[in-house]
């Protein structure tokens, strides 16, 4: 619970929200809030617009956004190519129930950038994709179970739910350790598995918890070796980290991906894509019990296509990529020089996606992209989420809007002085938890 004094400074600050959230109580069970990232104590902001990176509430509140629409929009709010693109394709109509040019110019881009994509099977969401890939996997090869990786976020049905997730059961399902590579051959070896689904650049937002490079080279000759499908789940990573996504950086070419997200350029979008025999099974000619048969509304409808051709078409250059990379990387060397400066345990980390950690520093990484620890149970302790909530609120009394204090998501339309502002609100933010007793300058010892 967010310290009594800043929670009632941010309801004066917000009426129109307030009133709003009382009667989204009535509505959305959730505390309100129509997705779990955005239920904060006492609630996030209502936003009627946005552009570039900001956003704006009903009361008038600007936000330099960090959101970044659950991280789709690497092109930031409002991009004139993809409004323009929206805008003309819903005049021409929303919906033909029938196969149009767009989906084969979509399709086309996607496979030019990320070769694995030999055949694309595209749906509504990320996590469809998921349901689907593993459905191919199954029809490919024939065998029934699944390999996940503890804290790997997929979706939220299902077999692709988060491990001991209330209302679903997996007994196809094996959770094992990130990061150890003899303990997925021993499983692998028994030669049940139909596939390894793991998520790009590591769990949570492009890798909180990022793989280790041995790793990661290493899987997919496991799984090769005995008979197993591999999937990387790139509805973050897809054409954020890079043009050919996580898997170009790490040159490593998995059977099947999933894509969401910067894919459909802030239309909602999924997509399985891989390797042309295994994506035979959805291929109508062969025997029903051999084949599956897709269906889906909204597969591949004309708004979505527009939209992701609009986004793919300005991917191609790279160009977006590295800027959002680039603004990351200066939202991580000044937050931690600011960090250091007020010799607070904890570092941003990460490209696209920066990760704020608190908590001990085991060692340096040369590489920003990893945390100052290898310990998962300090990465995600559980006595950082009513701290990080104190954050992610006082960050917002302070015009920035995190996901939960916990990822910055960036784009292309950040700027550095987002940046700049940012880092300010952040050690404004911390100081004045330090001063209030929420916040220990030393968090070795928050247990
Ligand atoms: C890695 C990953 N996979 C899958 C999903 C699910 O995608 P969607 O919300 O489009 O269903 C998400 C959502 O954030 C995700 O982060």
Redesign the pocket.
């Known amino acids: 619970m967010a310290s009594a004094n800043i929670a009632e400074q941010y309801k004066q600050a917000r009426p129109g929200s307030l009133k709003l959230h009382e009667r989204a109580e009535r509505l959305f069970p959730a505390d309100g809030a129509t997705h779990g990232a955005r239920v904060l104590d006492p609630f996030r902001p209502y936003i009627t617009h946005a552009k570039g990176s900001k956003k704006w509430d009903v009361d008038g509140n600007e936000y330099i956004d960090y959101g970044m629409g659950?991280?789709a929009l690497i092109l930031g709010h409002g991009h004139p190519a993809i409004v323009q693109a929206i805008q003309e394709q819903t005049a021409k109509g929303l919906h033909y129930s029938e196969n149009q040019p767009l989906e084969v110019e979509w399709g086309e881009l996607i496979s030019q950038m990320m070769p694995v994509a030999e055949r694309i099977e595209v749906c509504a969401?990320?996590?469809?994709g998921?349901l689907m890939a593993i459905r191919i996997a199954r029809t490919f090869t024939g065998r029934k179970k699944i390999i996940r990786f503890e804290e790997n976020?997929?979706?939220w049905a299902g077999e692709?739910a988060p491990e001991g997730s209330a209302g679903v059961t997996m007994p196809e399902v094996t959770f094992l350790p990130m990061n150890d590579i003899a303990v997925v051959e021993k499983e692998l070896a028994s030669r049940e598995y139909a596939l390894v689904m793991i998520?790009?650049g590591g769990a949570h937002?492009a890798g909180q918890i990022p793989w280790e490079y041995d790793f990661i080279r290493e899987l997919p000759l496991v799984t090769k070796k005995y008979g197993t499908l591999l999937l990387i789940?790139e509805?973050?990573t897809g054409f954020r980290e890079s043009r050919g996504g996580w898997q170009e950086l790490v040159g490593v070419k998995p059977d099947l991906t999933?894509l969401?997200?910067c894919v459909g350029g802030g239309i909602?979008v999924?997509a399985v894509v891989g390797r042309a025999d295994v994506m035979e099974v959805l291929d109508p000619k062969r025997p029903a019990e051999k084949r599956i048969r897709h269906t889906g509304t909204w597969n591949a409808n004309p708004i979505q296509c527009a939209a992701g051709i609009a986004a793919c078409k300005l991917y191609l250059n790279g160009e977006p990529q590295k800027k959002a990379a680039e603004i990351g990387a200066y939202l991580r060397e000044q937050g931690n020089k600011m960090l250091k400066e007020k010799k607070i345990s904890g570092r941003l980390y990460g490209r696209t996606i920066i990760h704020l950690y608190l908590g001990p520093i085991e060692y340096e990484p040369s590489d920003p992209a990893f945390p100052p620890t290898r310990s998962l149970a300090q990465i995600i302790n559980p006595a950082m989420i009513p701290i990080k909530n104190e954050l992610c609120l006082r960050l917002l009394e302070r015009g920035i809007a995190t996901m939960g204090a916990r990822f910055f998501v960036m784009s292309a339309a950040h700027t550095r002085e987002d940046v700049d502002r940012t880092v300010a609100a952040l050690a404004s933010s911390l100081d004045e938890m330090m001063a209030t007793g929420a916040l220990k300058e030393s968090l070795a010892g928050v247990k």
């Open positions: 659950h991280g969401s990320g996590q469809e998921n976020f997929h979706g692709v998520e790009g937002m789940d509805v973050v999933t969401g997200k909602p999924g």
